[in-house]
């Protein structure tokens, strides 16, 4: 079954590092996104793609960046993880049908503590 | 800028009864998708409800309906025979053409026993 994974699923890092969190699909899906979840704010988009070489910003996209060299991946990079970058993180993908629209597959979430 | 308003951070409800989870939206396009999404303590996000704008009849899924209010840009989630498992953060979400998704801040529903 086709499906969206992400990795690692916690992760603890130090101020000042860089992290990478992966997500890949195999859903085929040209459309992919990354949200970060808090307490108190939804879901809000940090970075999306819609298609290989093909990325945007999105609401909250300071300090992260985005690359896509394949349909399947869409690695999130934290430069230069800061404290308010403790969050959690989800992937998801889409495609557009004839309709103009496909559902959003979402990923199960990555738990990022920066201390 | 395209917003989402749900007013109430909590609530909370009796075992089958029934429940209503509002929404507000705010945008000055005409044709859109409207979704409640529901993610319960695994985190995993799963669309329970979806409406095209363009699509008067309010959309069903078993024991959840939508009242979708076009013109007062409002769409409500009402959940019917409320079970332990409906416990979880919901979600209104609106999405215009191909671009992502707007979520509100969420409604936390705990049903009760």
């Known amino acids: 079954d086709a499906e969206i994974t992400q990795s690692p699923r916690h992760k603890i890092t130090e101020t000042g590092r860089q992290v990478t969190l992966a997500c890949h699909q195999t859903?085929?899906?040209?459309?992919m996104f990354w949200y970060r979840q808090d307490l108190g704010h939804g879901l809000r988009l940090i970075h999306y793609?819609?298609?290989?070489?093909?990325?945007n910003k999105g609401e909250v996209s300071d300090g992260y960046s985005v690359s896509r060299s394949n349909t399947e991946d869409l690695p999130l990079t934290l430069e230069s993880a800061a404290s308010s970058q403790t969050s959690v993180y989800f992937c998801?993908?889409?495609?557009?049908?004839?309709?103009?629209?496909?559902?959003?597959?979402f990923g199960p979430g990555t738990r990022l503590t920066v201390l | 800028a395209q917003t989402v308003t749900q007013s109430q951070p909590e609530m909370s409800v009796q075992e089958a009864e029934t429940v209503t989870l509002s929404c507000t939206y705010d945008?000055?396009?005409?044709?859109?998708?409207l979704f409640w999404y529901k993610q319960p303590p695994s985190r995993q996000m799963i669309l329970v409800i979806r409406?095209?704008?363009?699509?008067?009849q309010n959309a069903t899924e078993n024991r959840f309906s939508v009242n979708f209010q076009k013109a007062a840009k409002s769409f409500s989630l009402k959940i019917s025979d409320s079970q332990l498992g409906d416990t979880a953060m919901y979600f209104c979400?609106?999405?215009?053409?191909?671009?992502?998704?707007?979520f509100g801040k969420g409604t936390r529903l705990s049903v009760i026993a």
């Open positions: 998801a993908s889409s495609e557009i049908t004839g309709t103009g629209f496909d559902e959003q597959f």
């Open positions: 859903w085929n899906h040209n459309n």
């Open positions: 793609s819609y298609g290989v070489q093909d990325t």
């Open positions: 945008t000055s396009e005409s044709n859109y998708y």
């Open positions: 409406q095209e704008a363009y699509k008067q």
């Open positions: 979400a609106f999405i215009i053409g191909n671009t992502p998704l707007v």
